[in-house]
C-alpha cells in the first residue's frame, strides 16, 4: 500500500472522529456549536484533502 494512501486512511479517520466531536481544527479550533459554517468549511477542505491523497497515490 502506497504511503498517499496510508495518508489518505488516516485523514478520513481524522475527519470522522472531528464529525464526532463536534470540533475541527486549521489554525485553530472551530466549534460546530459556535461558528456553524467556519466548521463546515473546514470539514469539508480537510474531506477533500483526503480524497485527494487516492488520487495522487497513482502518481
Do not use: N
Amino acid at each position: 500500500m502506497q504511503w498517499m494512501t496510508i495518508l489518505g486512511i488516516l485523514l478520513l479517520i481524522w475527519v470522522i472522529y472531528d464529525l464526532m466531536t463536534g470540533k475541527v481544527w486549521l489554525h485553530r479550533a472551530f466549534r460546530r456549536t459556535e461558528e456553524p459554517k467556519g466548521y463546515w468549511v473546514v470539514m469539508t477542505l480537510w474531506f477533500v484533502v483526503a480524497v485527494s491523497c487516492f488520487y495522487w497515490d497513482g502518481f
